[in-house]
């Protein structure tokens, strides 16, 4: 079996935050861009996959399965194991579309052997459904996911957003 594409990622908002940042190209830096409501924090680290675009005209977005909490800024090379496909209704009623890769640092010792999103428990996938859903919504957005693609399809939509 072929292994997963392997890619440098930046961490934009570790697991455990309630506020999301947002890395600013020009400055160099992070800018805070929204806090999220009690309770609602990010379940795994959250990120940019720094050369690419999306739809949005932002880079395409990463979650980071694993045992790790890092820092805002922390590169760290994984291997993309999936994608959530979403369209994303914005405030004004225009549908975009705004994935969410799934990836699995190779450093981690939880998931070692995770090559695809089939791999993951069922339940860790819900989950992060349940958590794009509510994050958007907090922003008056409607998130829905369309499929879940695997590693193979997922590293196709990845290699046209760069």
């Known amino acids: 079996m072929k292994q997963p594409e392997k890619i440098n990622v930046m961490i934009e908002c570790p697991r ?24 609602l924090v990010f379940p795994f680290d959250f990120g940019i996959i720094p050369g690419t675009k999306g739809e949005d005209g932002d880079p395409l977005d990463i979650i980071v399965i694993s045992e790790l909490s890092t820092f805002p800024g922390c590169l760290m090379e994984v291997r993309i194991i999936g994608a959530l496909q979403a369209e994303q209704t914005e405030r004004d009623g225009s ?9 699995i640092p190779e450093v981690s010792q939880l998931f070692p052997d995770v090559t695809d999103i089939d791999g993951l428990p069922q339940n860790i996938l819900n989950q ?5 859903k509510n994050y958007n919504e907090q922003a ?3 998130f829905k996911v369309v499929k879940r693609l695997s590693a193979k ?6 290699s046209d957003g760069k």
């Open 16 to 39: 455990g935050s309630h506020y999301k940042l947002d890395y600013d190209e020009r400055s160099k830096g992070f800018m805070l861009s929204k806090v999220l409501p009690a309770g």
């Open 95 to 103: 549908v975009v579309r705004n994935d969410r890769f799934i990836g």
């Open 128 to 132: 992060l459904e349940s958590f794009f």
């Open 140 to 142: 008056g957005k409607i």
């Open 153 to 158: 399809k997922a590293a196709k939509v990845l």
